[in-house]
């Protein structure tokens, strides 16, 4: 009897697990003769529309600064996994309020990234290709996250895809999820029209987590038998569901209008650059260099940190890009200066590419100082969740601190970070468009001023952002001589007063 009874469960599970693999591919097949994919190998399309600089908002519950998108094409070969995403940027309308690179846009910015398979590059002002094997498997996602690539992929043999239906917005839609790469859940809800009209998933994120990655496919219309939607897509913390003030970064990507649209283009597929193919992640490196006696920039790679001695501890300025980087760093600070915690991290601004690696140090036992509009932010992005996709160290192993809640120190205008051996003044940067909350390291024996995004030696003019930091420095009254950036190499103070006055 108990062997029927569970032979009988078993049988019962699988009938039902076999009636909503059908389900979901019954639905999904409707859903490709409605719009027009049964026979598309693939695609392309352009338009206009806007770009959201994620993790680069001017405060932390604000949107992420936008740009508006002149031009914008895209091609897709389904078969090979092959896509090359060209637009032009502009500044445009929107407000220079936020970062990113090259942020805001003095002229065009053309941009052409592309993937086929396991390889990515992207193209140079002269037309080159620049291996960057690190995007590859987002830029493979992304074609599943388009609704003809959701359709494919869903479709696909060994997809397995499965179905629940529930009321939206006044009506039952489908939602069919499958994994993609064997991690990734991509869910698709197709309406009763049979259109696709959001398509989901979640991405690693050095700061967030699991990031929420959301399209939104709406109004579409027919074009030569294929259904194109206008696209929405939102990059956010957890999608809407953070809480108010502190997270409001959300519009990632706009596409508003379509002007062509081809299907089973000539030459879609792509082939890959002989360097792009032999092209690997390079491993994080550091390089050090002394800056004054106990005071250490910590280069090597696209970011800097600078570690700073004290009688019986450390203290690290910027923790950027995510924790391979930090533990990197901190290895090296542990050879600079061995037999001494590192005690504080200092935040200069809330962007992403500052923050990826801080949640390690707090794991270390370090204490954050930032600016006091960072702190409700900096709470819901030290919380101790899970982390699914790539776990990280804070995740996998909460500190007991962050429960005592004694992790912050926050600076107004002005905090000192001292003892008997030395003297860190960090000052807000008022009145800058950049960032809210931006702090600058002043050391006043060395004459040393660490700086980030104020100020590139690189840069033909002055920006709006050199000429803040150029006022604040004079308002604050302080005797530098030398400017040490996050970014590139030491710069003398001399060199930067003869930039500034040249665009007078």
């Known amino acids: 009897m108990t062997n029927r009874f569970w032979l009988s469960l078993s049988l019962a599970a699988l009938m039902a697990g076999s009636a909503a693999a059908q389900d979901g591919r019954s639905v999904l097949q409707a859903a490709a003769t409605a719009m027009g994919v049964n026979n598309m190998k693939s695609i392309q399309y352009s338009g206009t529309g806007w770009q959201g600089m994620v ?55 053309r941009v052409t990234n592309l993937v086929s398979g396991n390889y990515a590059w992207s193209l140079n002002a002269q037309g080159q290709p620049v291996p960057e094997p690190a995007a590859a498997e987002l830029r493979r996602l992304e074609i599943f996250l388009t609704p003809y690539g959701f ?22 839609v489908a939602v069919v999820s499958f994994i993609a790469f064997g991690k990734y859940r991509v869910n698709g809800t197709i309406n009763p029209q049979n259109l696709v009209q959001r398509v989901q998933t979640w991405v690693p994120n050095p700061v967030v987590g699991d990031l929420y990655y959301e399209n939104v496919y709406t109004n579409y219309r027919d074009i030569g038998g294929v259904k194109i939607p206008r696209f929405h897509q939102h990059q956010d913390f957890d999608d809407g569901g953070h809480m108010p003030n502190v997270s409001g970064g959300d519009h990632a990507f706009g596409l508003e209008t379509i002007s062509e649209v081809r299907v089973n283009v000539a030459n879609a ?49 910027e923790a950027p890009l995510n924790e391979e980087r930090s533990l990197a760093v901190i ?33 270390e036992g370090a204490t954050v100082v930032t600016h006091e509009g960072n702190r ?11 982390w699914l996709l790539q776990p990280d160290r804070f995740s996998l192993y909460p500190p007991e601190e962050w429960s005592e809640g004694y992790i912050f120190e926050t600076a107004r205008e002005k905090y000192i970070l001292g003892d008997d051996t030395r003297t860190v003044e960090l000052y807000n940067v008022a009145g800058l468009a950049h960032a809210l909350g931006m702090l600058i390291a002043y050391f006043p024996k060395e004459k040393i001023v660490v700086q980030a995004d104020l100020y590139n030696p690189q840069a033909p003019a002055p920006n709006a952002s050199n000429r803040t930091f150029y006022q604040n420095l004079q308002r604050l009254k302080l005797d530098v001589t030398t400017i040490v950036g996050i970014h590139g190499n030491p710069t003398p103070m001399s060199q930067f007063v003869q930039f500034m006055n040249r665009a007078q």
Do not use: C
Request: aromatic share 8%; charged share 20%; proline share 8%.
């Open 55 to 109: 993790g680069q908002n001017l405060a932390p519950d604000q949107d992420w600064p936008r740009v508006d998108l002149k031009s914008y094409t895209r091609t897709i070969d389904f078969d090979t996994m092959s896509s090359r995403e060209e637009y032009v940027r502009i500044q445009g309308n929107n407000p220079p309020r936020g970062g990113g690179a090259g942020f805001p846009f003095l002229a065009e910015q």
């Open 151 to 172: 359709l494919k992929g869903a479709m696909a043999p060994g997809a397995d895809p499965t179905i629940v239906t529930r009321n939206e917005y006044g009506g039952r």
């Open 269 to 317: 597929a792509l082939t890959v650059p002989d360097q792009v193919r032999s092209a690997t992640i390079e491993p994080v490196r550091v390089q050090s260099q002394k800056l004054g006696e106990g005071l250490w920039l910590i280069g090597g790679g696209s970011h800097n940190s600078v570690a700073v001695e004290f009688r019986d501890h450390v203290a690290v300025i």
């Open 331 to 363: 290895g090296e600070v542990n050879r600079l200066i061995p037999n001494k915690p590192i005690r504080f991290v200092v935040n200069t601004h809330h962007h992403w590419d500052r923050l990826g690696g801080i949640r390690i140090y707090v794991h």
């Open 376 to 386: 409700p932010y900096y709470q819901e992005v030290l919380r101790a969740r899970p």
